[in-house]
């Protein structure tokens, strides 16, 4: 294993790419993917080890670190700073599997996971493992990643494996990335950086060694695996880091700008001052929460409690929403403070602000549908809740 970089070496390392990343925004989106040299720099500069262990030589990052250094990747550019976001999982999952297993699956701190957790293909039980097939999406980091997880429904056979509460099993596979067919097919409103493409593969074996469920108990103590929410925790920091950077820029921009025909500065304008103001409001709300909920998850975890309160459940789930909802709504009022001027790509970056946090509040963690579990257990504190992620 190579030698750990620490949290402050982490965030420090992603600070000073910032510019770069900024100047290859127009690259990365056409590319459709992250150019290999920048892999290669996020991976010197630690990005994929955060959640590594401790005697593996990684840093092993609270959930408010990890926030931390995607945020800035964010902030410069999205599709960075969700590829990174993806791909530490890496280190997630090897809470999961016997040490020695994902030392072997996993020899290097900075390897980088891809893949679609939930079940969307099938596992037929076989002597020793599994043989797997089906169609999975959004494998962010496709290109670049070197091992893919596929959630599957079980079964045994021909027939479903039914759990104990009466639901099929659920468990993710992991195989690396050349065991599975990558399907071209990410071409998308935003986050087009990210190579979030298909994959696809029939009848592979995948051993049982490598499989596990969030459902069971997993093989590693420590705050990072107790609870399988882990891989959604960090994800908070991309819309926000959207927000942030669309803020910085229209305030910057009205610092200078006029009025035409009226020649009347936009500094001076009621108009633009209220609707600063209220963003920053709303941005500060937003960022507030989830950082009160991380922190206050974090506490609980570090002291080894596997029965989280309710509240804490419900803040860390409400917070993250809130973030994707209220991040897009002020982008999009930004959008209109600017005007006509905003429509242009090649000029304003508020045109990729709109679009990233739009595709970002596609994905599930990001939609009101998956508040209807939160309010269930807010309702009624004995609810039996199906998700293992709330």
Known sequence: MQ??????????????????????????????????????????????????????????????????????????????????MIGLDAGIFVGYLDDDVARRMYPRLDMIQAGWLYPMGRAERVAGGYKVSGLWRFASGSAHCDVLDAGCTLFENGTPVMGEDGVPEWRVMLAPRDSYEILDVWHTTGLRGTGSNDYRVENLFVPEEHTFSFNERPKREGPIWIKPDAVLRKMSAIPLGIARDALDHVTEVMRTKVERPSGKPYRDSERIRIALAEAEMRYGAADTYVRTALERQWDCLERGMTQLPRRVRTDAWMSRTNAFQESRRIVLDLYDLVGGAAVYANECPLDRHLRDVQTACQHMVGQYKSMESVGQLLLDPDARIGSPML
Do not use: T
């Open 3 to 84: 030698s750990s970089l620490g949290a402050y070496d982490i965030l420090q390392n992603v600070r000073a790419m910032e510019d770069g990343l900024r100047a290859r925004a127009d690259e990365i989106d056409q590319l459709r993917r992250l150019p290999d040299d920048l892999v290669e720099d996020l991976k010197r500069a630690g990005c994929f080890r955060m959640a590594m262990p401790k005697d593996w030589g990684g840093p092993e990052m609270s959930s408010i670190e990890q926030h931390e250094v995607i945020f800035e990747l964010s902030r410069a550019n999205a599709s960075v700073g969700w590829c990174v």
